[in-house]
């Protein structure tokens, strides 16, 4: 059988388990391996279960025929139920009718069924009314309410788009300035709109139908009793007590810059220079990745649930909680690269003529971004449906070594996400594999590969291929090596070794410099400057007489050079 007719990750996997993993290890979102049960009827209702819960998130593949814990070979059992008949049975128990393929595959002389199951247009159930959606690696039942939430965002229904119970005269003043004054920002048509008349201003938005505020109205420019948009706390420690918050029935609008400047109002950012002489002011939360999971709270939350959006502040952690989960089909494993789907597609329309935010999927990728250029973890998403999503940005001083280097990457390379998490990968170890990358990164293997390669261009200089073997391998260039030294999370045995034999070379003759450091250790005249310039800084160095710029500063022993 073609092996077009299914996803290459069904293949690779089939792989890696005759060569001696399990198969569920390899379990995802989108594949799934079972074994024939006891009769064939109750084969079929275990297919038939796992079809629904994929087709109720963006689908799948179902392997039938392989052992969940078995390793190696032994794990292909193989099947003899009929295709003819998984189909037909998935598609008499489902509501509405899951057509699905089932298509026949041989592998170690063993016959396996992939049944491949596409996102269905509705939620997806049994005859009997039970639904479920993939979450990981599990399916989880839903309730009724729960998969009718799903159903109304599978089908596009936009809540902020229906009419409110509230006319013109409910606007806020102090909401319709901000408005006024987003707009006047822009050198666009929208710089006129700032000044027309608010009826005017608010058709031209779509924030009137039949003459009635719009439910996007409503949420950005409304305060109602009882309704409090955002609750702010602020906290000394994550888990301390709460010494500042902010808990107001404002509009949306009002109750986002409210807490945009608690959050700001953070000790004052820390100055960098840069080569250049460029002056480079670093956050604790970096400002852009902030703006962006707040608004992606507001914008994309479920308002069908009457939970505010709850931000928790404290040094080293900032989290936003919005009530309500991802859209059908967005997860925490596709999130950066997964077809835009707003929840309140006028909401958020709106809010990007006003410049709050852009489309969710960008947004994340900006969040991603400006955390890994300041050396931070990416941020962790998670997706508790039905209840909520999560998003955790980690704070605590940013790490200058990772910003200086980012600063001297192109500036197209320092804007793409794919760019900063492979260098967050090969700051935690030192080589990486397409496949070890391609879940970070959320792209398929031979799309990873093509990101690896351009990265590999002699003006980017940032990673090189490690050796000549398969699987290719990536590395830091040495450049990069030497630059980002201090945030590497593992030290290789032959740096360890020179910084040893530099110490014993002083200790013999009282001094060296950075001819010598090069002529003795074969390094290069950036690599013997790095070498002496962390010692330095260390304290087991220091330079020798007054010169202090120049090939021949000389350095001995510092106020920490070992003794004995």
Same mark, same amino acid.
């Given at each position: 059988?073609?092996?077009?007719?299914?996803?290459?990750?069904?293949?690779?996997?089939?792989?890696?388990?005759?060569?001696?993993?399990?198969?569920?290890?390899?379990?995802?979102?989108?594949?799934?391996?079972?074994?024939?049960?006891?009769?064939?009827?109750?084969?079929?209702?275990?297919?038939?279960?796992?079809?629904?819960?994929?087709?109720?998130?963006?689908?799948?593949?179902?392997?039938?025929?392989?052992?969940?814990?078995?390793?190696?070979?032994?794990?292909?059992?193989?099947?003899?139920?009929?295709?003819?008949?998984?189909?037909?049975?998935? !598609?008499?128990?489902?509501?509405?009718?899951?057509?699905?393929?089932?298509?026949?595959?041989?592998?170690?002389?063993?016959?396996?069924?992939?049944?491949?199951?596409?996102?269905?247009?509705?939620?997806?159930?049994?005859?009997?009314?039970?639904?479920?959606?993939?979450?990981?690696?599990?399916?989880?039942?839903?309730?009724?309410?729960?998969?009718?939430?799903?159903?109304?965002?599978?089908?596009?229904?936009?809540?902020?788009?229906?009419?409110?119970?509230?006319?013109?005269?409910?606007?806020?003043?102090?909401?319709? +300035?901000?408005?006024?004054?987003?707009?006047?920002?822009?050198?666009?048509?929208?710089?006129?709109?700032?000044?027309?008349?608010?009826?005017?201003?608010?058709?031209?938005?779509?924030?009137?139908?039949?003459?009635?505020?719009?439910?996007?109205?409503?949420?950005?420019?409304?305060?109602?009793?009882?309704?409090?948009?955002?609750? !702010?706390?602020?906290?000394?420690?994550?888990?301390?007590?709460?010494?500042?918050? !902010?808990?107001?029935?404002?509009?949306?609008?009002?109750? !986002?810059?409210?807490?945009?400047?608690?959050?700001? +109002?953070?000790?004052?950012?820390?100055?960098?220079?840069?080569?250049?002489?460029?002056?480079?002011?670093?956050?604790?939360?970096?400002?852009?990745?902030?703006?962006?999971?707040?608004?992606?709270?507001?914008?994309?939350?479920?308002?069908?649930?009457?939970?505010?959006?709850?931000?928790?502040?404290?040094?080293?952690?900032?989290?936003?909680?919005?009530?309500?989960?991802?859209?059908?089909?967005?997860?925490?494993?596709?999130?950066?690269h997964a077809p835009s789907k707003p929840r309140n597609a006028l909401l958020a329309k709106v809010a990007r003529q006003l410049g709050l935010a852009e489309e969710l999927s960008r947004g994340v990728d900006r969040m991603y971004r400006e955390m890994l250029k300041l050396g931070k973890r990416p941020p962790e998403i998670t997706d508790e449906a039905p209840f909520s999503v999560r998003v955790d940005l980690t704070g605590g001083a940013p790490n200058q070594t990772v910003a200086r280097f980012v600063a001297t990457l192109p500036r197209e390379v320092q804007d793409d996400v794919d760019t900063m998490l492979v260098l967050f990968a090969l700051m935690d170890r030192q080589h990486v594999t397409a496949r070890d990358l391609a879940p970070i990164l959320q792209r398929g293997h031979a799309a990873t590969e093509t990101v690896l390669e351009r990265l590999t261009d002699p003006a980017i200089d940032m990673i090189v291929p490690a050796g000549r073997g398969r699987p290719a391998r990536w590395q830091l260039s040495p450049r990069a090596v030497v630059e980002l030294r201090p945030a590497l999370s593992y030290r290789t045995v032959a740096a360890d070794e020179i910084e040893r034999k530099i110490v014993a070379f002083v200790r013999k003759n009282g001094r060296i410099d950075n001819k010598t450091l090069q002529i003795f250790f074969d390094l290069d005249v950036n690599g013997a400057a790095y070498r002496l310039r962390t010692l330095v800084q260390a304290g087991v160095l220091e330079k020798l007489g007054q010169q202090r710029r120049g090939p021949g500063i000389e350095y001995g022993p510092g106020p920490r050079f070992p003794r004995t």
């Open positions: 059988m073609s092996s077009h007719l299914f996803s290459p990750d069904v293949l690779d996997a089939l792989k890696a388990i005759s060569a001696g993993a399990t198969a569920r290890e390899l379990e995802s979102e989108t594949l799934d391996f079972k074994q024939d049960a006891a009769t064939s009827g109750e084969t079929l209702r275990i297919l038939v279960d796992a079809a629904i819960c994929f087709a109720n998130l963006r689908g799948g593949t179902i392997v039938l025929g392989v052992a969940d814990d078995v390793p190696g070979p032994d794990a292909i059992v193989g099947t003899d139920l009929a295709v003819d008949e998984i189909r037909r049975r998935i !598609y008499d128990l489902t509501q509405p009718r899951l057509t699905v393929s089932a298509i026949e595959h041989e592998h170690h002389g063993r016959r396996l069924v992939l049944v491949n199951v596409t996102e269905g247009m509705e939620m997806v159930s049994d005859t009997k009314g039970r639904s479920s959606r993939r979450a990981g690696t599990q399916c989880l039942p839903l309730s009724i309410s729960q998969a009718a939430t799903f159903n109304d965002d599978r089908r596009r229904f936009d809540w902020s788009a229906e009419s409110s119970d509230l006319d013109l005269a409910a606007v806020d003043p102090a909401a319709l +300035d901000d408005v006024r004054s987003r707009l006047r920002k822009f050198e666009d048509e929208r710089r006129r709109l700032a000044d027309a008349p608010t009826r005017d201003l608010l058709e031209d938005l779509g924030l009137i139908r039949d003459g009635r505020l719009t439910r996007a109205a409503e949420v950005l420019l409304c305060s109602r009793p009882g309704v409090v948009p955002v609750v !702010y706390v602020h906290r000394l420690t994550a888990g301390g007590e709460v010494r500042a918050q !902010y808990r107001e029935e404002a509009p949306g609008l009002i109750a !986002y810059r409210a807490v945009l400047e608690r959050i700001q +109002d953070t000790p004052p950012p820390t100055p960098i220079i840069l080569r250049d002489g460029q002056q480079l002011e670093l956050h604790d939360f970096p400002l852009v990745a902030v703006r962006e999971a707040l608004s992606n709270a507001l914008l994309h939350r479920d308002y069908r649930q009457p939970e505010s959006i709850h931000v928790d502040h404290s040094p080293h952690v900032l989290s936003f909680v919005s009530p309500g989960p991802l859209v059908v089909g967005v997860t925490p494993t596709n999130i950066l």
